[in-house]
């Protein structure tokens, strides 16, 4: 995989060497169950405590506002079931956005199906929900309003400090899926007035199998699991201490390095766009530059299959397309349709997001890559 160019760091990151040093000890001489009572298991305590703190801090809320979870996923069926669950006598109404990921989206469409009622807000042509929407859809009967911080496929940001603003008003709890978002853009809880956000390790710099949620002190939630008492009993289980430790240290490296991190990911992406728009005059990028992702460059390649383009690509070149292709048809994905994208420039996206390793003279060749590769399919 030598000069292979890695530009899908919204599917995955690799495990940052700090990290994978900071986890590898816990899988060999520092292997202690944290419930047992004596050094090794209470060495392993303390080491999932020092990672709850490094997560709590990056988001800036107190550690024992941190559950450890699987993942991105787990973070939001947690969130989204367990307040559900635990709210019945409220209310069984929610309200989510038409671009959540399935991890939203589907523990959504299941509620629905056991008697709850859903209602998934619209967005606007660059993705976003409409603040004015959530408070005019809130009801008696709402108990949670779940909007994404980040689009995993746009890079919208979302005016989550004004929706906040407005479920705090209304008494209704607020869940966001900061998958995206952590360690590419400020993430201050406290400035949200946010009640449940999701973490997902593996799109920052931690290993793929670990997450966090973390639940506002005072927040009740269902567990959705059965067992020991792990994790207040919202994670039972023995825990995953290598991945915890991880997830803790990829937390603490993302809040020392945001602000450098935010400007070279903004300078690869520009650097990625405008060689493009040198070579190509059909380009067309979607959402607003301000509110997106400074990583993410969602951008359609009028008159070229994206799916055709990342197939050419894939020996060189890693990116992903807006559209997914199954049994030999091609779907439009549902976040290009919620933006009311038409479907001949849906099919030609492609998904291009930097990394903290992604360097200028990569971006040079990608860019060539890319062009070349167009060229050729026209
Ligand atoms: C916005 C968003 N939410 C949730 C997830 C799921 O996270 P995980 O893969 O850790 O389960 C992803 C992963 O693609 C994501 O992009």
Known sequence: MENYIYLDY???????????????????????????????GQQAYK?????????????????????????????????????AYANQSKGKHIITSSIEHPAVINVCKFLESKGWEVTYLPVDKNGRVNPEDVEETIRPD???????????????????????EITSQ???LFH?????????????????????????????????????????????LQNITWGASQEKGLKPGTENVAHIVALGKACELARQQLKVSQDHLLAMK???LNGLKVHLDNVWVHGQPEMCLPNTLSMAIEGV?????????????????????????????????AMQVDEKRALSTVRLSVGKYTTREEIDRAVSEIVKAVTELK
């Open 270 to 272: 520009m650097q990625l």
């Open 10 to 40: 919204n599917a995955t990151t690799p495990v940052d060497r700090e990290v994978l040093e900071a986890m590898l000890p816990c899988l060999s001489q520092q292997f202690g169950n944290p419930s047992s009572n004596y050094p090794l």
């Open 170 to 172: 209304n008494n209704v």
């Open 305 to 337: 299959s994206a799916f055709h383009l990342a197939e050419k690509l894939s020996s060189k070149v890693a990116i992903s397309t807006g559209s997914a292709c199954h049994a030999n048809t091609i779907n439009v994905s549902s976040v290009l349709k």
């Open 176 to 220: 966001t899926d900061a998958a995206q978002s952590l360690g590419k853009i400020e993430t201050q809880v406290d400035l949200f007035h946010v009640d449940l956000l999701s973490i997902a390790g593996h799109k920052l710099y931690a290993p793929k199998g670990v997450g966090a949620l973390y639940v506002k002190k005072g927040v009740h």
């Open 142 to 164: 709402t108990v949670l309003v779940s909007i994404m911080h980040a689009n995993n496929e746009v890079g919208t940001i979302q005016e989550i400090k004004k929706i906040g």
């Open 47 to 83: 080491a999932i405590q020092q990672a709850r703190e490094q997560v709590g801090a990056l988001i800036n809320v107190s550690a024992d506002e941190i559950v450890f979870t699987s993942g991105g996923t787990e973070s939001n069926n947690l969130a989204i079931l367990g307040v």
